[in-house]
Structures are given as C-alpha cells and as structure tokens.
C-alpha cells in the first residue's frame, strides 16, 4: 500500500491544481453552450426543410429557447451520468489499491474501458433522444427511451455515422488549421476571426448533417420503434420526420 501511495498523492496533487479545474470548468461550459444552441439550429433546420416541401410552420423566440434549454438539459444529464459512473467505479478501484495493491491497475484499466464503453454507448442514446425531444416536443423521459429503442434497430448504421461525422470533423478542422498557418498567420486578429467563423459555420452543418440522419433513418422501411408512431400523432401534430 506504501508503494503506491505517492502515485495516489501525485494524483491528488493534480487534481488540486488550480489551472486544471479552471480548464475543466470552462471545458465544460463551453460544451454545455454548445448544446444549447444545437436546440435552435435543429429546429430551424427541420422548419427549413418542411418549408421546401410546401409545409408553412412559424416558430416564436420563446420556442428557440426551449428548444437551447432542452438541449442542454439533456446534455448535463449525460455529463451527470458519466460523472455517477465514474464515481461509482472508483469505489472497486479504490477497494484494490486498498487492499491489493497487485491488481489496482489492472481493475482501473477495466474501469477505464467500461467507463468509455459506456460513454459512448449512451452518447448515441443521448443523440437520438436529443432530436426526439426538440422534433417531437415529448418529454425528456419518453425521449430517452425512445432513444435507447431506436439505437437498438438501428446500432450498425448509428456508429457507421457517428464515426463518418467524427472523421469529417477531424478533416476540416486540420484544414482550418492549415489555412490559419499557410495564409494568416501574421495576422493574429483574422486569423481568430476566420477560425471562429469556420467552426462556426461547420457546427451548423454537423447539426443539419445529424438531423438529417435521423429523418433518413425514421423513414427507413423497418419496424417503426414501439410508441414513436402514438407519440408523434399525439405530441407533435407535425410530426417528428414529417416533410
């Protein structure tokens, strides 16, 4: 136990460090923002493209702001729940390096793994339910599971995009930064300004990217997800894929 306490204090050490938990604070403003203004992009993408197929729909600005506090909600309950997780799987980890020293890393690698295991599994979850609860105006909870039923018909073709979307981001993003170094380098103020612009114009077309996705795979000619026909019919008189 000796043994490895300087590593558990070198730990703790870190972790108390002023500068790493301004940037995890900020870190985790920064998502929590950017899934609030998912809200009213997505939604004013899907009235968009109801308005190409003749459908005339208006939305009030008190909408756009429950659509941003919607989005957020469900964003902090995901972060909430990878946070009880992990809070829950230090208690074996701790109980190892406790008593058996030996393992303790073998039991955190394991933990590690189930956490991102996890993490990811309810990432898609928290994706489709995203779009269920600002389309289809339900509520959080019935969302969730109709996130859960619809990743489980369509887990092959959630992940094939997700990964697509992950990989396309990873490109342009190496591509802004590119032109950022190549072509405005000296100029601190532009180059700021451009690569805010094209993050900002790539996060609207992610967004639309997704909500298209998840119109195609809402259509798809497969068993429609128990409860999502009943829901739409009477909690979204539009519809969630309607268009």
């Not at 190892?96 to 955190?108: D, G, K, L, Q, Y």
């Amino acid at each position: 136990v000796l043994s490895n306490t300087p590593d558990v204090i070198n730990w703790l050490s870190l972790m108390s460090q002023p500068e790493l938990l301004l940037s995890l604070a900020l870190l985790f403003l920064v998502t929590l923002g950017q899934a609030a203004l998912r809200g009213p992009i997505i939604v004013s993408a899907n009235l968009s493209l109801k308005k190409t197929t003749g459908q005339k729909e208006k939305i009030s600005g008190l909408e756009l702001a429950r659509t941003a506090l919607v989005a957020g909600t469900i964003e902090l309950l995901y972060m909430g729940t990878l946070l009880l997780i992990a809070l829950i799987l230090t208690l074996p980890c701790f109980l190892a390096w406790r008593f058996n020293p030996t393992v303790s890393p073998v039991i955190i690698k394991l933990g590690v793994l189930l956490l991102l295991a996890l993490g990811v599994y309810l990432y898609f979850v928290k994706e489709l339910a995203c779009f269920y609860a600002l389309l289809g105006k339900t509520r959080i909870s019935t969302a969730v599971d109709l996130g859960f039923r619809l990743y489980r018909q369509y887990a092959f073709l959630t992940m094939l995009f997700i990964f697509y979307a992950s990989l396309l981001a990873f490109f342009v993003t190496l591509l802004i930064n590119s032109i950022t170094n190549t072509l405005i380098t000296n100029h601190s103020g532009l180059s700021s300004g451009f690569i805010t612009l094209a993050c900002g114009a790539y996060f609207v077309f992610d967004q639309i990217l997704r909500l298209m996705f998840f119109r195609t795979i809402g259509t798809l000619p497969k068993e429609p997800v128990p409860g999502a026909v009943t829901l739409q019919q009477n909690e979204s008189p539009t519809g969630i894929i309607s268009g």
